[in-house]
């Protein structure tokens, strides 16, 4: 199974793109395909087009297309990897996330979060597609 993750600008500035991906390395789960871009902004509305219309999508879409990212699609053995990739991530709010999870430990501001994962399988199918090409993935 794959999910799809983001390295969010925040992180990628404090260079600890390293230290998160050694966690899903650590945990067993592979890196299936990694690039390191800066977002435009047709796709960072695309990506969050769920939350168009909420109070904190203008900037969420400025702060994702402000700086460069790391777009990773993450690969392992069980139909459960989204729901662990979520889980290692920890809550939204890193003021809520435990401690040991990564926003936990790496984060303190709800929108610089450290990190996205898409939060299904039907999200991974649309995101993943935005950045990445099918042969890419093979
Ligand atoms: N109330 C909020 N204020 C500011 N930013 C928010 C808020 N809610 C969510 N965000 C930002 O939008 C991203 C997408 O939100 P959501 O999909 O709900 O969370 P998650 O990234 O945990 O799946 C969050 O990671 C966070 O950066
Ligand atoms: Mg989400």
């Given at each position: 199974m794959k999910a799809f993750i983001i390295i969010k600008p925040d992180a990628v500035k404090r260079n600890i793109t390293g230290k998160i991906l050694s966690r899903f390395e650590e945990r067993g789960?592979?890196?299936?395909a990694m690039r390191m871009i800066k977002m435009c902004k047709e796709e960072a509305e695309k990506l969050y087009s769920i939350h168009?219309?909420?109070?904190f999508y203008d900037s969420l879409i400025n702060y994702i297309t402000s700086d460069k990212v790391v777009v990773c699609v993450l690969e392992a053995d069980t139909d459960k990897l989204i729901e662990i990739v979520r889980k290692m991530n920890g809550k939204t709010n890193p003021a809520e996330a435990?401690?040991?999870t990564i926003r936990g430990d790496f984060g303190i501001a709800m929108e610089a979060n450290v990190i996205h994962a898409s939060d299904s399988i039907e999200s991974v199918n649309r995101e993943m597609p935005i950045f990445f090409t099918k042969e890419e993935l093979e």
């Open positions: 789960i592979r890196i299936k168009k219309g909420k109070p435990e401690p040991g």
